[in-house]
């Protein structure tokens, strides 16, 4: 499909999307008395049992903190947190434990990086990125920039919403130091061809960091195959809880960059005259951490393993072409974003109409979406809107919810005309 992975869907059972949204407790219920169509999974996906039970348990049955506990709670807490780091490795094809961070989410991830390569940079140096970055891969280089001297050049788009090439290629001089680029965009559902972009960019020394928050709940991405130095991504948004996250770093850019933050767990002695850091990955893990959340992630990613990988993406892809089909059914809609290569998520416009207003009339019919600028204002600038509607589908998702809410958007959209 795209340089991104899929799982082995050898011995898998067959994809049944009943069976899985049995899977999901939060889908059966109703909302403003009509059954819950729940299309706002970009910001963030729902959790099936596994996750809920994996996190219950946790707390019932091993809650300690991890690492220097004496006793056997300690002891079963640790082995849970640290078996959801291998769970993680393997996930990504990530070569050690050692190369996985637990961070707060996909933002901290990359301010992370950002903090931790600052000292690479001096004025005149270079940071790509693209036109289509969420805030979180613009802003804190942004921060890096103003105290290096450095500056932020944002790579073009293409009005289907497709990354130009020839202007990335362009842009690629002896200045470039970090080249930064989201795998797949929150707004357009566009995916980028990494690897490629990643093996030109590393053809030139540049160091390269893959925000993979959009691309994990649809695809397994090989880090290895992508060949990036930093990968990073959320668990809330892949079907985990909230609150954690995971930066993937090789393990040599990781032991020559300095601690993001100080304090207990990250170090190996302390004395007024001099600290050291401990080993990696707790170099980067300053305080207690999420251990339920960790718990809850490596869930998430054993549940998605059970899956036929291939079916699922099947399923989303057809979710997404009837919903291209039925678009052409409601007056003055138009699609922003129309790249080849695209996963489910469907930003849109309605002549006439606000898109807090779609918003709020979808979910007075028990469908929820996302309205407004979708933390990525440089590309409502490139596309002069002020905001989009956009509905972005899961695998949990049904033919039949597509329906619904075309047939809603018909509604909202007799409704003002």
């Known amino acids: ?67 220097r506990g004496a006793h056997t709670l300690g002891d079963r807490a640790t082995a849970a947190f640290e078996g959801a780091r291998e769970t993680v490795r393997s996930f990504l094809n990530a070569e050690s434990t050692r190369e ?50 450095a500056k932020v050049v944002p790579i073009q788009i293409t009005p289907d919403g497709e990354l130009d090439l020839e202007s990335f290629t362009s842009l690629l001089n002896k200045r470039t130091r970090i080249f930064a680029i989201t795998h797949v965009s929150n707004v357009l559902g566009t995916v980028n061809p990494v690897a490629a972009l990643v093996e030109q960019a590393k053809s030139l020394g540049i160091l390269t960091l893959v925000d993979g928050a959009q691309a994990v709940p649809h695809y397994q991405p090989d880090v290895q195959a992508l060949g990036c130095d930093f990968y990073v991504f959320s668990s809330h948004k892949m079907f985990g809880p909230t609150g954690i ?103 849109f416009k309605i002549a006439g109409l606000h898109p807090s207003d779609i918003g709020t009339l979808l979910d007075q019919q028990g469908i929820a979406i996302r309205t407004g600028h979708h933390c990525a204002m440089p590309l409502m600038d490139f596309y002069g809107v002020p905001g989009t509607a956009r509905a972005s589908f899961a695998f949990y998702n049904t033919l039949d919810e597509v329906e619904q809410l075309f047939t809603a958007l018909q509604k909202v959209q007799r409704l003002f005309a």
């Open 1 to 67: 499909m795209t340089d991104l992975s899929v799982a082995n869907a050898a011995n898998k059972p067959a994809f049944d999307v009943d069976a899985v949204r049995r899977d999901f407790p939060i889908l059966s219920q109703q909302v403003n008395g009509k059954p819950l169509v729940y299309l706002d999974n970009g910001a963030s996906a729902q959790k099936p049992e596994a996750v809920l039970d994996a996190m219950d348990r946790y707390y019932r049955e091993m809650h300690s903190n991890v690492h």
């Open 100 to 149: 996985i961070i637990w961070t707060r989410g996909t933002t901290e991830a990359i301010n992370l990086v950002a903090n931790g390569l600052a000292a690479r940079l001096k004025p005149g140096d270079e940071i790509l990125v693209s036109q289509m970055e969420h805030h979180a891969n613009i802003v804190p280089w942004q921060m890096i920039a103003e105290r290096t001297g």
């Open 245 to 347: 996250g995971v930066l993937y770093g090789k393990a040599q850019l990781l032991e020559e960059m300095p601690p993001y933050q100080g304090g207990g767990e990250m170090i190996e002695r302390v004395s007024f005259e001099r600290t050291t850091w401990n080993t990696l990955p707790y170099k980067f893990e300053a305080g207690t951490p999420a251990i339920a959340e960790a718990v809850g992630l490596g869930a998430a990613i054993d549940y998605l393993n059970r899956l036929d990988r291939q079916a699922m993406e099947a399923a989303e892809a057809n979710l997404l072409e009837r919903a291209n089909q039925l678009v052409e059914t409601v007056p003055g809609m138009e699609i922003i974003g129309t790249a080849k290569q695209k996963v489910p998520v469907m930003s």
